[in-house]
């Protein structure tokens, strides 16, 4: 992500909140002076374009119901769209999926990460960027990635070989992933600028 700053490290959880709330843990046994959750997350709210910046004002877990409030400090130096981010318990990855949850935007890990954040009493925020909008509709995503999220080239192949029709939304899924990966990084440098790190 090449955020090269003195006592800032890039650590990379994963896909899920298995993988998130392994790496928190990891993290909160050290000492931290804050811990942001960034990465790519899908549109409840229908206006969010691919590559825009949700700032997480509070994350919520789908299935616990626990509330995590962003730290106040980093959510004033955060540049980008503020709302609820909701950590569900899998991919959300049509419209109705979407619809059923309340909030802004919908990712998987931030809320594990979070609570180990909260935990050590280490100041928190999520910043994502947009893959998936509100009425995009995604194949089931994770037989496809590596343990880190990247695409598996030859899975993605042998998936496209099975099932043509779905090519198209690869693509469209890609070139939104290269927006919110080209949005990422100016967003959090931003913020670490405007904290002084």
């Known amino acids: 992500m090449g955020l090269a700053r003195p006592g800032v490290e890039v650590h990379v959880s994963g896909m899920g909140a298995d993988r998130a709330a392994e790496l928190g843990e990891h993290l909160a046994r050290r000492p931290l002076r804050a811990m942001i959750a960034a990465g790519f997350c899908g549109a409840i709210s229908p206006s969010l374009r691919a590559g825009e910046i949700v700032v997480a004002e509070r994350v919520v877990h789908e299935n616990t119901g626990e509330v995590f409030a962003a730290d106040e400090v980093m959510l004033a130096a955060a540049s980008g769209r503020r709302g609820t981010l909701v950590s569900a318990n899998g991919l ?19 809320a594990a990460l979070a609570r180990a954040a909260t935990s050590a009493g280490v100041p928190f925020i999520a910043i994502r960027a947009v893959s998936d909008r509100f009425d995009d509709r995604l194949p089931d995503l994770v037989p496809l990635v590596d343990r880190f999220g990247r695409p598996d080239g030859r899975r993605l192949a042998l998936f496209a ?23 990422l990084p100016a967003a959090l440098e931003g913020l670490l600028a405007r904290m002084g790190a």
């Open 161 to 183: 070989l099975r099932h043509p029709r779905q090519i198209p939304r690869l693509i469209r899924l890609a070139r939104n992933a290269r927006r919110a990966g080209r949005a």
């Open 92 to 110: 959300a990855r049509t419209p109705a999926d979407r619809a059923a949850l309340t909030g802004l935007a919908v990712d998987l890990e931030s």
